[in-house]
């Protein structure tokens, strides 16, 4: 069975831009999460998607957006870039279900640079 | 502030010792998972121990958690070098998904 894959792996923007970043979670798996981490932060929760619904949302600006598609592939977007958005951004995909989070399952991650 | 927080931050032990972190949480779960990230890669899972479980172990893992004190800990035994990695608990509950800060682990040959 195919693990969660991240796309792109690496990338640089400068400030003002935007970035999209895709998710493809393990075949099955309906529910998707991101992640930001930056040695400062730590591991912050973006967002969590479920059937294509946004369930859950951290602590992040409206720049950060997401979205999910009918085969659960997840997108992250994040507009007008500023330095402080340079991160790894990871991705996991589980079975959760309403009530219960189960083990996640992390892609390798996107590293963004905004210069 | 995060939910799950490690401590200690970083942990600097020889091959063979066992090492111990701790990890503190906020709000009720279902259950608490353990994860490991091996340099700036994706998180692995390693063990996850129910709300209504007191201690579980995995190999050369042992986990415990004290709902009363909402605390667990993972203690590593027989240490090795290919354990240096970076170790965060997570809190899963149904609102929000929270990672710890992490534990650095450096284990020395």
């Known amino acids: 069975k195919a693990g969660v894959t991240q796309t792109p792996r690496y990338l640089i923007k400068t400030r003002g831009q935007q970035v999209t970043l895709s998710c493809s979670p393990i075949?099955?798996?309906?529910?998707v999460s991101w992640y930001q981490q930056t040695p400062g932060q730590g591991l912050q929760f973006l967002f969590e998607?479920?059937?294509?619904?946004?369930?859950n949302k951290g602590n992040f600006p409206g720049r950060f957006s997401g979205r999910q598609f009918s085969n659960s592939r997840s997108e992250m977007n994040v507009s007008t870039l500023e330095l402080g958005d340079s991160a790894l951004y990871l991705c996991?995909?589980?079975?959760?279900?309403?009530?219960?989070?189960?083990?996640?399952?992390f892609g390798e991650g996107s590293r963004l640079t905004v210069l | 502030s995060q939910q799950g927080e490690e401590d200690p931050q970083a942990l600097s032990i020889q091959e063979g010792e066992n090492a111990t972190m701790n990890c503190s949480y906020k709000?009720?779960?279902?259950?608490l998972q353990w994860y490991r990230q091996n340099s700036g890669r994706g998180l692995v899972h390693l063990i996850l121990?129910?709300?209504?479980?007191r201690e579980k172990h995995s190999g050369r893992l042992r986990v415990t958690l004290d709902t009363s004190k909402k605390s667990s800990s993972l203690l590593i035994t027989a240490s090795r070098a290919a354990d240096t990695a970076s170790y965060f608990c997570?809190?899963?509950?149904?609102?929000?998904?929270?990672f710890g800060a992490g534990t650095r682990l450096a284990v020395h040959p």
């Open positions: 121990i129910r709300s209504n479980e």
């Open positions: 998607y479920f059937s294509e619904t946004q369930r």
């Open positions: 997570f809190s899963g509950g149904y609102n929000k998904l929270i």
């Open positions: 075949s099955g798996h309906r529910s």
């Open positions: 709000t009720s779960i279902n259950n």
């Open positions: 996991a995909s589980s079975v959760r279900t309403s009530g219960n989070t189960g083990e996640l399952f």
